[in-house]
């Protein structure tokens, strides 16, 4: 009788917590399992998946419930609420003090809410257009096809960003992303081959078309400077220049500024195939007791690949070209910027006549259209000079996006059908 009792016991000892908690957790008091990190369930046979901020807001119901507000709080990142006189939650005067900012309602959910967990190996199954751990990330479309990166919206836009992401409106600066196509691509899946831009040939050519012109200054303190300038062509290529010494070119030099001129022609794939530069100005001027010289050029593309306005040159964007590692090496100009100075953009909507104040390296100079691009004898009709067309196929074919090849209608022709072959 005795042996009985004893076995009895402890199977009952032995029974106290479901599966003696599986080996991934403490029998508690309450014959309840006290899982360890990462196990969950009655018994601790289940993995936890991860948690990740909730892809959807929590709900101002939700918030405004004493029983549930103060947990929500607690596991939203940057959680942050006003409370009143009694030290009850304020939704109301949390909304004053963060808006229009988004005041931390994305709080910590299973799979970031866009998945569901397998218990069994602790792994999110992510919806689809989701993905990375606990379903954190949006996928890109297709995987950008191979023809591109998929890049977080803090990758693909600098100023998309925040150290106070959880509480304004770039919650979701690391974690939404999109494709960037690689040159030649486009489509939201980089998917779609870009065709070749050019002038409609069947528009007007007169007064009231205009090229475009672009003003380059560089500011220095020795001749022994250098900068270099980069342009996007219309498949979305960046390029950049081989170093261009301030100490070349002369004003109205005959033949321009051949040093600017060749190195942009000198660019890959043929992205300035024609360009013609002068140098416009040359000015010194005493800056914080030292003599800066600032020297202005104009660049007029003259080509029918870069008929129209043209993307805005970049000038010098690297900081300091002189570290270690730095290919090729040079020492930098004090000061660079570039501005678009084509025709249309000397005249207000009113047909008032603009001028230009510019500020490079500490030298303020100002401009009228005069002083920089050939005069304008229209009259009234100035101020009503648009760009040419620079636009896929010079709208006279359709665009094979497979092949990245122009379609030609009847009478036109040419890799951008940019040439006409019949007159009416």
């Not at 199954?125 to 096809?145: I, L, W």
């Not at 409609?200 to 012109?213: G, K």
């Not at 620079?390 to 092949?403: A, L």
Request: charged content about 20%; overall charge negative.
């Amino acid at each position: 009788m005795k042996v009985f009792a004893s076995l009895a016991f402890l199977a009952v000892a032995q029974a106290a917590c479901p599966g003696g908690c599986s080996g991934h957790g403490a029998c508690g008091t309450a014959d309840v399992c006290d899982c360890h990190q990462n196990w969950g369930g009655g018994d601790c046979s289940l993995r936890q998946c991860p948690f990740g901020p909730s892809w959807t807001a929590t709900s101002l119901d939700e918030l405004q419930d004493d029983r549930s507000a103060d947990d929500l709080v607690a596991m939203t990142p940057g959680g942050f609420f006003e409370t009143d006189g009694n030290g009850e939650f304020a939704f109301p005067a949390t909304f004053d003090a963060l808006y229009p900012k988004n005041p931390a309602t994305h709080a910590y959910v299973e799979c970031s809410g866009r998945g569901t967990c397998d218990y069994s190996t602790g792994l999110c199954r992510c919806f689809e257009g989701f993905e990375g751990r606990g379903c954190r990330r949006t996928t890109c479309p297709n995987g950008c096809s191979g023809h591109g990166l998929c890049l977080k919206n803090s990758e693909v836009n600098d100023d998309y960003s925040s150290l106070n992401g959880p509480n304004d409106e770039f919650w979701d600066q690391d974690r939404t992303q999109s494709c960037v196509c690689d040159r030649g691509f486009t489509g939201y899946d980089c998917s779609e081959r870009i065709c070749p831009f050019g002038d409609d040939p069947t528009t007007a050519c007169s007064e009231n078309s205009a090229a475009d012109y672009q003003m380059v200054q560089a500011a220095f303190t020795s001749n022994d400077t250098y900068f270099t300038l980069s342009f996007t062509d219309m498949f979305g290529g960046e390029f950049t220049t081989r170093p261009i010494s301030v100490a070349s070119c002369e004003v109205g030099a005959n033949g321009g500024c051949r040093e600017m001129q060749y190195a942009l022609m000198e660019l890959p794939n043929f992205a300035i195939p024609e360009v013609e530069v002068d140098l416009v100005e040359y000015h010194s001027e005493d800056v914080l007791g030292t003599t800066t010289d600032l020297k202005t050029y104009v660049i007029h593309f003259s080509d029918a690949s870069n008929t129209g306005k043209q993307n805005t040159l970049s000038c010098e964007n690297i900081a300091d070209s002189t570290s270690s590692g730095a290919a090729p090496k040079y020492t930098n100009v004090a000061g660079c910027n570039t501005y678009n100075v084509g025709q249309p953009e000397w005249f207000s909507d009113d047909g008032t006549e603009l001028s230009l104040e510019s500020e490079t390296g500490g030298i303020s100079r100002t401009y009228s259209m005069d002083d920089l691009i050939p005069a304008c004898d229209a009259g009234a009709l100035c101020s009503e000079t648009a760009y040419e067309e620079f636009v896929p196929c010079s709208n006279k074919g359709i665009c094979d996006s497979s092949t990245g090849t122009c379609v030609c209608s009847e009478g036109h022709f040419g890799e951008a059908c940019e040439k006409q072959s019949t007159f009416y």
